[in-house]
């Protein structure tokens, strides 16, 4: 079962950066569609960077133009590069990883999270 470890989040004020890792205990990202969610306390978890196999990416609107995923295959790990963050952009961020993009937010390969909050 391949395991999923994110590490970077932290507390930054608003318009600053962040770059979050996750790091997978095998070479999955050449077969695995990839992706980085987020749940703020009382909201539903939502999507925010995919990217697929082949190298495809998309990003939810709320946060196109400042985030960037990336990935490292040599590393094992996919980044989210977080820009010019927003108070709303607070939420504990996941890393997930499944055989397909349309239903990856049904897969069981979650990470632990790692908390992103942004203060005005």
């Known amino acids: 079962q391949v395991q999923l470890v994110e590490s970077g989040g932290g507390s930054v004020q608003a318009g600053g950066s962040l770059r979050l890792s996750c790091a997978a205990s095998?070479?999955?990202?050449?077969?695995?569609?990839m992706g980085w969610f987020r749940q703020a306390p009382g909201k539903e978890r939502e999507g925010v960077a995919i990217?697929?196999?082949?190298?495809?990416?998309s990003y939810a609107d709320s946060v196109k133009g400042r985030f960037t995923m990336s990935q490292d295959n040599a590393k094992n790990t996919l980044y989210l590069e977080m820009n010019n963050l927003k108070p709303e952009d607070t939420a504990m961020y996941y890393c997930?990883?499944?055989?397909?993009?349309?239903?990856?937010?049904?897969?069981?390969?979650w990470g632990q999270g790692t908390q992103v909050t942004v203060f005005s």
């Open positions: 997930a990883a499944g055989e397909s993009c349309s239903s990856l937010s049904l897969t069981r390969r």
């Open positions: 095998e070479n999955i990202y050449s077969s695995y569609c």
């Open positions: 990217i697929d196999s082949d190298g495809t990416t």
